[in-house]
Nanobody, 115 residues
Framework: QVRLVESGGGLVQAGGSLRLSCAAS????????MVWYRQAPGKQRELVAR???????NYADSVKGRFTISRVNTEKTVYLQMSSLKPEDSAVYYC?????????WGQGTQVTVSS
């Protein structure tokens, strides 16, 4: 059974940093690309970052240069280091595995950036 548990969100001032974590179980983590999505109120869920099995990364234009995705296969964990946060980064952040579509989502972690 797949389980994804996101953590590390919180309230931060603009310009601040947060590090999100996602612990995965029930999947063969090392052979899966991992992704971070976010969803703000009234908006569609959007892809923020992706990391391949080999460690290649891709980012949404809105977060390039500010966010860094990484993974530790031995821990079955994917991270999202977020810096220079902006109010528009406020959203619930979710991780997932593979290339979609996604039948399962974890509970997410709330990130709120105050101006």
């Amino acid at each position: 059974q797949v389980r994804l548990v996101e953590s590390g969100g919180g309230l931060v001032q603009a310009g601040g940093s947060l590090r999100l974590s996602c612990a995965a179980s029930g999947i063969i983590f090392a052979v899966k690309p991992m992704v971070w999505y976010r969803q703000a109120p009234g908006k569609q869920r959007e892809l923020v970052a992706r990391i391949s099995v080999g460690g290649s990364t891709n980012y949404a234009d809105s977060v390039k240069g500010r966010f860094t995705i990484s993974r530790v296969n031995t821990e079955k964990t994917v991270y999202l280091q977020m810096s220079s946060l902006k109010p528009e980064d406020s959203a619930v952040y979710y991780c997932n595995h593979g290339n979609g579509p996604y039948a399962y989502w974890g509970q997410g972690t709330q990130v709120t950036v105050s101006s």
